[in-house]
C-alpha cells in the first residue's frame, strides 16, 4: 500500500493551494483519511480529517481557510487551502486507516511521503 501526496508549491500570502493524495495497493476499503502538517523545529500536528461517510474535523488553525474532501471510488483525498499564510509554511503528510485483507482483515496506518507547501511573498 502507497499513499501518494502531490500539490505542494510555492503560494503567496493570501494564495491558495490543493493537494491531492492518492491511495494505491491490495486496499480492502479506507476508514478515516487526514492531512498533518511539519513545520521546520516544530512538531506534526493535525489540520483535518474526514472519515469514510464525509464528517470532518478542523484544527482551529485552519478552520474556516482549509476544506477537506476525499472520493472513495478514486481512493484519494484532498486538501482546499485558501487564504494561505506564511505560517502554514510546512510539510503536508497524508495518512489513511486501511482495512486490509490476508487471510482475515485487518487495519493499518500509512502516510504519505509529504509535500512541501511554502508560503511566501
Known amino acids: 500500500v502507497q499513499l501518494q501526496a502531490s500539490g505542494g508549491g510555492l503560494v503567496q500570502p493570501g494564495g491558495s493551494l490543493r493537494l491531492s493524495c492518492a491511495a494505491s495497493?491490495?486496499?480492502?476499503?479506507?476508514?478515516?483519511m487526514g492531512w498533518y502538517r511539519q513545520a521546520l523545529g516544530k512538531e506534526r500536528e493535525l489540520c483535518a480529517t474526514?472519515?469514510?461517510?464525509?464528517?470532518?474535523n478542523y484544527a482551529d488553525s485552519v478552520k474556516g481557510r482549509f476544506t477537506i474532501s476525499r472520493d472513495n471510488a478514486k481512493k484519494t483525498v484532498y486538501l482546499q487551502m485558501k487564504s494561505l499564510k506564511p505560517e502554514d509554511t510546512a510539510v503536508y503528510y497524508c495518512?489513511?486507516?486501511?482495512?486490509?485483507?490476508?487471510?482475515?482483515?485487518?487495519?493499518?496506518?500509512?502516510w504519505g511521503q509529504g509535500t512541501l507547501v511554502t508560503v511566501s511573498s
Open positions: 495518512n489513511a486507516h486501511i482495512k486490509l485483507y490476508s487471510g482475515s482483515y485487518y487495519y493499518n496506518d500509512y
Open positions: 495497493g491490495r486496499i480492502f476499503s479506507i476508514n478515516e
Open positions: 474526514i472519515s469514510r461517510g464525509g464528517s470532518t
